[in-house]
Structures are given as structure tokens and as C-alpha cells.
Antibody
């Protein structure tokens, strides 16, 4: 069974750093792109970027380029989303997703979400 | 960037009725790259339709997708109580993904 299990909720102060994780199981982690999607409170879905764990090729949405870092450790089947200096506007639910690029481009599995709260 | 506009913003219907949700793109989208998701409160989104018209694994056949070019439709033939949720369309183009703003399907 394919699963994406994300790390738990975080409460941080503005200016702090943070790294959240997403562990994949039940499939070949290095054979699928993994991405991140943001959902701000009461709002819609925003694609942030993707990484191919097989070779760490990474692509970012222009809206998030330079704001976050996506990485992966294929030895432990885990992808990461990282901030060096959080802002209150980073408060949101963050989902990791598995990308499928066969017979279309879409996200077939989603993690359960990691709620990040940034408040002074 | 391709912008997806979903309509209506909110759709109020009763169980057993037919729901028709629209997703319009600002420029032509390959049908292969158009997907639909369902999100219930407190849950992660779930893939319903990919390639504009192919149902994802385990999705009931009351859900169907259609369309091409700039106009796409998600149809739910007979609404069940568990279908009331928010629905998002999503496209891939120019090396990026974008989502529509969502349609909330609520019980009338």
C-alpha cells in the first residue's frame, strides 16, 4: 500500500527555521517525483515545487522559488520542505504529494498534511 | 501562467440530484494534464479524475469528467451524502501546476 506519512504539527516564531518531512512507503521512492502543496487557512491549493529523489532534480513554482528549499534523502525514502526564516504568512497546512507522469500529470497520493503555525 | 477559473463558487443541491462543476482555463490545456480532486473538511484532497476523463482507482462511476481545450466539466450523476465537499481542478503546463480556486458543493 502506497503511503506518504508526514511529520507532526509545528508551532514556530517568525524568523525561526523549520524542516518538515514526508516519508514514502509501499512503492519505489526513487521512481516518482514528490512535491509539496500549500493550503493557507480557509483557502485553496497552491503547488510549491517537486523533487525527483532518484537524482535530486528539483523544480520550484516561481511563487515559492527562493522562499523554501525542497530536498530528499533516498536512503530513507524521505522528502523535506525547509524554511530558513519563517514569516507569519507561512502559516498553512502543507501536503506532500506523489506525482504521476504516465497517462497524464497529476498527484495520485497525498500525505495527511503538516500544519505549520508561525506566531510571535 | 495558465489560470483555472471554477464555477460556480458554491453549488447547493440535494442528495440524488445531478451536479455539474465547470473549470475554464485561460489558455488551452492538454486533456492529459487536467485532473480533479475532492477535499472534505479536515482531510487531504483525493484524486478523482485524471487525463480529464479517467477515474482514479476506487472512484465510483457516478463521477465523470469531460472536456477539452479550455473548458472542462466534472459531473456527479446522483449525489450521495458523502459527495458534499470542495472540488478542485488542476492542470500542468509550462513546467508548473496550477489549481482552480475550488467549488464548494453543499447540501441544499
Amino acid at each position: 500500500e502506497v503511503q506518504l506519512v508526514q511529520s507532526g504539527a509545528e508551532v514556530k516564531k517568525p524568523g525561526e527555521s523549520l524542516k518538515i518531512s514526508c516519508k514514502g512507503s509501499g512503492y519505489s521512492f526513487t521512481s516518482y517525483w514528490i512535491g509539496w502543496v500549500r493550503q493557507m487557512p480557509g483557502k485553496g491549493l497552491e503547488w510549491m515545487g517537486i523533487i525527483y529523489p532518484g537524482d535530486s532534480d528539483t523544480r520550484y513554482s516561481p511563487s515559492f522559488q527562493g522562499q523554501v528549499t525542497i530536498s530528499a534523502d533516498k536512503s530513507i525514502s524521505t522528502a523535506y520542505l525547509q524554511w530558513s526564516s519563517l514569516k507569519a504568512s507561512d502559516t498553512a497546512m502543507y501536503y506532500c504529494v506523489r506525482h504521476v507522469t504516465v497517462l497524464g500529470y497529476y498527484f495520485d497520493y497525498w500525505g495527511q498534511g503538516t500544519l505549520v503555525t508561525v506566531s510571535s | 501562467e495558465i489560470v483555472l477559473t471554477q464555477s460556480p463558487g458554491t453549488l447547493s443541491l440535494s442528495p440524488g440530484e445531478r451536479a455539474t462543476l465547470s473549470c475554464r482555463a485561460s489558455q488551452s490545456v492538454s486533456s492529459s494534464y487536467l485532473a480533479w480532486y475532492q477535499q472534505k473538511p479536515g482531510q487531504a484532497p483525493r484524486l478523482l479524475i485524471y487525463g480529464a476523463s479517467s477515474r482514479a482507482t476506487g472512484i465510483p462511476d457516478r463521477f465523470s469528467g469531460s472536456g477539452s481545450g479550455t473548458d472542462f466539466t466534472l459531473t456527479i450523476s446522483r449525489l450521495e451524502p458523502e459527495d458534499f465537499a470542495v472540488y478542485y481542478c488542476q492542470q500542468y503546463g509550462s513546467s508548473r501546476y496550477t489549481f482552480g480556486q475550488g467549488t464548494k458543493l453543499e447540501i441544499k
